[in-house]
């Protein structure tokens, strides 16, 4: 599914289709990070990104609106079967609970991962891939310098990241086309983050 942008400054040089690159006077936003990312020893509070992607699935139904309409087709459905019930026709009810329930499995399913996403911050000491799935956070961070961005087989696969044995699929929520344009944002991303880093005298 194509993903949502997230909303922010964007540099007059390179407008990022998919992320954001913000100026020295934007504001800080909330953190992200949790869980295993802190226990590697990254800052809890990582709300200084330079730049960020928030890659998430385009749902048109939150979780609590899915379960009003499937309540709506329930009490539908069901009236319609009492109605055939009270007429004689007994095996319309039983066919009429295995169709909701297969229903209710099937959105159950949809809403698991209606909330999944990728979260990908950069700043001048850290990378950090979230990647949110089904109720799941996996988290992995990076050093700038040394993070490889690269197609997992070709231009339209998901896309690697890499570096000091730890790799991170992204993109499985950006339409296949779009791919190659996230991996070539990363990229620059970090080679502006490597440009602006003090350099020892």
């Keep these: 599914m194509p993903a949502a942008l997230s909303q922010g400054s964007l540099l007059p040089s390179q407008t990022l289709r998919l992320g ?4 020295p006077r934007d504001s800080a936003l909330p953190a992200f990070a949790t869980g295993e990312c802190a226990r590697d020893g990254a800052q809890a509070a990582a ?15 939150a979780p609590r609106q899915l379960f009003l309409a499937y309540l709506a087709i329930c009490l ?3 009236s319609v079967a009492s109605g055939f019930w009270l007429i004689g026709a007994a095996y319309v009810m039983p066919f009429a609970f295995i169709e909701l329930t297969a229903l209710g499995a099937a959105l159950l399913l949809y809403a698991c991962h209606a909330t999944d996403r990728d979260f990908i911050g950069l700043r001048a000491d850290l990378v950090r891939v979230e990647c949110h799935n089904g109720g799941r956070l996996h988290c992995v961070d990076f050093n700038p310098r040394w993070v ?3 197609p997992q087989r070709h231009d339209g696969s998901l896309i690697r990241l890499s570096g000091h044995g730890r790799t991170v ?12 344009q996230l991996a070539e944002e990363v990229r620059w991303a970090l080679r502006q983050l490597d440009a602006r880093e003090p350099q020892p005298s």
Excluded: T
């Design 47 to 61: 709300d200084d990104w330079q730049a960020e992607w928030l890659l998430k699935r385009n749902c048109s139904l």
């Design 76 to 78: 539908l459905s069901l």
């Design 148 to 150: 490889r961005v690269e």
């Design 20 to 23: 954001v690159w913000k100026s």
């Design 169 to 180: 699929d992204i993109g499985r929520h950006v339409q296949p086309g779009l791919r190659r």
